[in-house]
Nanobody, 127 residues
Framework: QVQLVESGGGLVQAGGSLRLSCAASGRTFSSYAVGWFRQAPGKEREFVAAISWGGHSTYYADSVKGRFTISRERDNAKITVYLQMNSLKPEDTAVYYC??????????????????WGQGTQVTVSS
């Protein structure tokens, strides 16, 4: 069973930074692609960033390219995926979710590509 737990959200002023973490458990998770998505009130869940199972390839939505960085670390059986968010804008305000795909080991931009989801963490950027 795979479990994902996000942390690191909060309130920040425009131009500030936050780092989100996604702690993953499950013995097969190391072979999964991992993505970050976000959902603002009244909007559909949208792709933010993804990283391949080995961490060698990363992908970003145009809206965050150059400001956000996705990375993953493995410490024995524990895998953590980070989303470093810099130069935050009010339009980045949303609930952020990490997700794991057992069907894809590389680029996977659609929510339907993912099989496991965390509970989400709120990010609020004030102007």
């Amino acid at each position: 069973q795979v479990q994902l737990v996000e942390s690191g959200g909060g309130l920040v002023q425009a131009g500030g930074s936050l780092r989100l973490s996604c702690a993953a458990s499950g013995r097969t998770f190391s072979s999964y692609a991992v993505g970050w998505f976000r959902q603002a009130p009244g909007k559909e869940r949208e792709f933010v960033a993804a990283i391949s199972w080995g961490g060698h390839s990363t992908y970003y939505a145009d809206s965050v390219k150059g400001r956000f960085t996705i990375s993953r670390e493995r410490d024995n059986a524990k895998i953590t995926v980070y989303l470093q968010m810099n130069s935050l804008k009010p339009e980045d305000t949303a609930v952020y979710y990490c997700a794991g795909s057992r069907r894809y080991s590389d680029y996977a931009p659609a929510p339907s590509d993912y099989d496991y989801w965390g509970q989400g963490t709120q990010v609020t950027v004030s102007s």
